[in-house]
């Protein structure tokens, strides 16, 4: 049984923003884009700063968190002494570390539960253990979307409860899996700065079992009703509505029908942003417009965010990051300054990272082993992320 939960609705904190002086470096080092929310206030002076910073809100938000019996391996070679039950999961990260920081709401979908006595699982069931938790914490991040098809994986033993208690008991805000109908019932929100914000979060089903053989609590399904009711409560609570959904077609840069379907849905119910997963590759980003003429922000797909593929393929080792912005007019919160990182997994030598595309060097992409075989690999990387994602948005690569 799950132990008492901390209150759902998490406290506001002060925004996070680069030092004024070190600023100038910290964009030398980790790429022009990474501090480009905070340093822009940073630069306009102290007076203006603490002005902006009132109903202004920055978000970054990364795709798929899937880790494999291979990066527990080497989460457990990075805490020290293998075998013994320590995993360090924060060195994946550390590449990206600055830029989700310099965010005021960091979003990643945990793709896999976390439970301790399985250890770390991979295909066709995946796990990871309870510091995975504790590397999204100190890698910056607060929004955690747990509904995706393999938050089931090893429910029958007790993974589904073992993952949710672990979250509750940490300072992130997720949503997507339950242990009981209350618990599903509850309602995530999330205040920065004077803006509140709900999250919600679906999956279209799990691996090996139908929605009937679920408790009606355990997963966060896409249901066209369901979505409608917490989304109508979302915005009777929220100043901005978020929505993780895990949905679409592996493997595909294009859209599915199902996709195109719930993205209308969702715009017409004036949801502000969309998060997207499950393909494994990145899909455009788009501005979908709502019944009411509102535009919502749909990003289909940000890609694997750390992964590990037996046969990999560039496709799969490129991911993305969205950035925006949540900005206060009057009574309402427009998104501006959309902009895209597309992200590299990096494997070397048996160590991983998540790099942005933006830092990675041609001596890197030379040296990836999943990129083995491709000519002129950084060069192929850029150009498959601008075939997807097309002129209409910023990319930092």
């Keep these: 049984?799950?132990?008492?939960?901390?209150?759902?609705?998490?406290?506001?904190?002060?925004?996070?923003?680069?030092?004024?002086?070190?600023?100038?470096?910290?964009?030398?080092?980790?790429?022009?884009?990474?501090?480009?929310?905070?340093?822009?206030?940073a630069a306009e002076g102290p007076t203006a700063q603490a002005d902006a910073q009132e109903g202004r809100v920055t978000l970054m938000a990364v795709g798929d968190n899937l880790t494999n019996e291979v990066l527990g391996a080497y989460a457990d070679s990075c805490a020290g002494g293998m075998g013994d039950g320590d995993y360090d999961y924060r060195p994946l990260y550390e590449a990206v570390k600055p830029y989700i920081e310099a965010a005021d709401l960091a979003y990643v979908c945990q793709e896999v539960h976390l439970d301790d006595d399985l250890g770390p699982k991979g295909y066709p069931s995946f796990n990871a253990t309870s510091q995975m938790a504790d590397a999204l914490v100190d890698t910056g991040f607060d929004l955690v979307a747990g509904a995706s098809n393999h938050c089931y994986d090893w429910a029958s033993y007790g993974a589904v409860e073992h993952s949710r208690q672990t979250f509750d008991e940490s300072p992130l805000a997720y949503t997507?899996?339950?242990?009981?109908?209350?618990?599903?019932?509850?309602?995530?929100?999330?205040?920065?700065?004077?803006?509140?914000?709900?999250?919600?979060?679906?999956?279209?089903?799990?691996?090996?079992?139908?929605?009937?053989?679920?408790?009606?609590?355990?997963?966060?399904?896409?249901?066209?009703?369901?979505?409608?009711?917490?989304?109508?409560?979302?915005?009777?609570?929220?100043?901005?509505?978020?929505?993780?959904?895990?949905?679409?077609?592996?493997?595909?840069?294009?859209?599915?029908?199902?996709?195109?379907?719930?993205?209308?849905?969702?715009?017409?119910?004036?949801?502000?942003?969309?998060?997207?997963?499950?393909?494994?590759?990145?899909?455009?980003?788009?501005?979908?417009?709502?019944?009411g003429g509102n535009q919502t922000l749909v990003a289909y797909s940000m890609g694997n965010f750390i992964s590990d593929h037996e046969t990999p393929a560039l496709k799969n080792e490129l991911g993305g990051m969205l950035?925006?912005?949540?900005?206060?007019?009057?009574?309402?919160?427009?998104?501006?300054?959309?902009?895209?990182?597309?992200?590299?997994?990096?494997?070397?030598?048996?160590?991983?990272?998540?790099?942005?595309?933006?830092?990675?060097?041609?001596?890197?992409?030379?040296?990836?082993?999943?990129?083995?075989?491709?000519?002129?690999?950084?060069?192929?990387?850029?150009?498959?992320?601008?075939?997807?994602?097309?002129?209409?948005?910023?990319?930092?690569?």
């Design 1 to 41: 049984m799950a132990t008492a939960r901390k209150p759902i609705s998490r406290p506001s904190r002060p925004a996070r923003r680069w030092p004024l002086v070190v600023g100038v470096l910290a964009v030398a080092a980790i790429g022009v884009g990474a501090g480009a929310f905070a340093l822009q206030q």
């Design 323 to 397: 950035g925006c912005a949540f900005v206060r007019d009057g009574d309402d919160v427009r998104v501006e300054d959309v902009q895209w990182w597309p992200l590299v997994n990096h494997t070397e030598g048996g160590q991983y990272r998540v790099y942005t595309l933006s830092d990675y060097t041609v001596k890197l992409a030379e040296s990836n082993e999943a990129l083995a075989g491709v000519h002129l690999p950084l060069e192929a990387l850029r150009s498959l992320d601008r075939e997807v994602m097309g002129k209409e948005f910023r990319i930092n690569d």
């Design 176 to 291: 997507g899996t339950a242990t009981s109908q209350e618990q599903a019932d509850e309602l995530v929100t999330v205040e920065r700065n004077g803006i509140r914000f709900a999250f919600l979060a679906y999956t279209y089903g799990v691996n090996g079992y139908a929605a009937d053989d679920l408790p009606p609590y355990a997963v966060n399904l896409m249901d066209e009703d369901r979505i409608r009711t917490d989304v109508q409560r979302a915005h009777e609570q929220a100043d901005v509505v978020l929505v993780g959904m895990h949905w679409g077609t592996e493997n595909t840069h294009e859209l599915d029908a199902e996709q195109q379907r719930y993205a209308q849905l969702l715009a017409d119910l004036d949801v502000d942003v969309v998060l997207g997963s499950h393909p494994h590759v990145i899909q455009p980003l788009q501005w979908v417009e709502g019944a």
